[in-house]
């Protein structure tokens, strides 16, 4: 194996935190701004792109973190190295409620393919880059975006999503049309397109949006029921406007301000 072995324990259940187990010298990478603790003797560093190689120069290092920018992640990743001679612990936790996703990378076929938003932790080694969808569409009108993270190696990485997970395995040429945000990951070999919803009303009264996700297998999918967007966009929406009150539950109010000319 080239990445490190690390072990894990998994706490909670909807508000989920991640425990790693270093052995001396083992490495964690995560993202800025996910620890949530850490044990004395392990050594905190901040570095450019996801250190998964260290013979890149700062050439590599740079065109490393660049991809980190164009999915809209930071440019600095952040290490946690065991420098004692015994076992220690670092813990990282989810940003909003919902699940933490251990995947081990070896077992996957060495590439998971994932929302730019997901990715947490993962053992030193494992290369964070994008991956670009082949088709046009999905970067005009996919809703998330045309560059999603890809996660690549032979180590265990940790993704985080909201709500309840559901994976599901697809066999060859089995089609899964999902939300385009309810999507978490997807194993390499599972095909990705974007189709238009048919249907007027449907599109702009059904609440689904114009367009969702077409998967086809074979391979394994991860989907979330309560995307982070999702929950962001009914929390405003039930935000007092103007100082006033929210009125929460009033259907008659909502409609009246769907048709109210201003």
């Known amino acids: 194996m080239n990445n490190h072995e690390i072990d894990y324990k998994l706490h909670g259940d909807d508000m989920q935190f991640v425990e790693v187990e270093l052995d001396p010298k083992e490495t964690v990478i995560a993202e800025a701004g996910s620890l949530m603790m850490m044990e004395d003797q392990i050594k905190m560093e901040t570095i450019f792109g996801d250190g998964s190689s260290s013979s890149d120069g700062m050439m590599g290092k740079l065109f490393g973190a660049g991809k980190r920018l164009l999915t809209g992640e930071s440019l600095f990743m952040t290490t946690f190295t065991n420098e004692s001679h015994e076992k220690r612990h670092v813990s990282f936790a989810s940003p909003y409620p919902g699940k933490i996703i251990p995947m081990d990378l070896s077992e996957l076929g060495g590439k998971i393919i994932c929302q730019k938003d997901a990715f947490l932790a993962a053992a030193k080694g494992v290369s964070v880059g994008i991956e670009f969808q082949r088709k046009i569409g999905t970067g005009f009108f996919g809703g998330e975006g045309f ?116």
């Open 147 to 262: 560059i999603m993270q890809k996660l690549e190696g032979d180590g265990m990485t940790f993704v985080h999503a909201g709500g309840t997970i559901h994976q599901k395995e697809l066999a060859p040429g089995e089609v899964l049309r999902v939300d385009t945000g309810c999507l978490v990951a997807m194993t390499s070999g599972v095909d990705y397109n974007i189709e238009f919803v048919k249907g007027v009303k449907t599109a702009l009264f059904g609440g689904e949006g114009l367009f969702f996700a077409t998967l086809k297998g074979p391979g394994t999918v991860w989907i979330q029921s309560l995307p982070f967007s999702r929950l962001a966009s009914r929390v405003f929406a039930a935000m007092p406007q103007n100082g006033g009150s929210s009125d929460e539950g009033s259907i008659a109010k909502g409609l009246f301000g769907l048709f109210n000319d201003k």
